[in-house]
Nanobody, 121 residues
């Protein structure tokens, strides 16, 4: 059984910063890709940032230069440093990971429960 748990969301003023964390736990052999998605009210879930096991990172155009994704492979944890936040960043942020279990079998995709980020004055 694998679990992803996000933390770090909250209420912040425009221009402020937040750091999200996503910790993967359970029967994990390897994590290939980890990513952050977000979903604002009335909108589809969208990819924010992605981090591969090889160190490649990619960002949505809307967050480039403001958000930084990083990963601690020893802790199976993904981070998202969000700076210069705007009201447009308000959403529930979800962690996503492609994980191979110790029990073998194909890689499976897992989602966290989400953490709310609200940017408002």
């Amino acid at each position: 059984q694998v679990q992803l748990v996000e933390s770090g969301g909250g209420l912040v003023q425009p221009g402020g910063s937040l750091r999200l964390s996503c910790a993967a736990s359970g029967s994990i052999r390897s994590i290939e890709v980890m990513a952050w998605y977000r979903q604002a009210p009335g909108k589809q879930r969208e990819l924010v940032a992605i981090s591969t096991s090889g160190g490649t990172t990619r960002y949505a155009d809307s967050v480039k230069g403001r958000f930084t994704v990083s990963r601690d492979n020893a802790k199976n944890t993904l981070y998202l440093q969000m700076n210069n936040l705007t009201p447009g960043d308000t959403a529930v942020y979800y962690c996503n990971a492609a994980i191979r279990s110790r029990s073998g079998g194909p890689t499976s995709t897992y989602w966290g429960q989400g953490t709310q980020v609200t940017v408002s004055s």
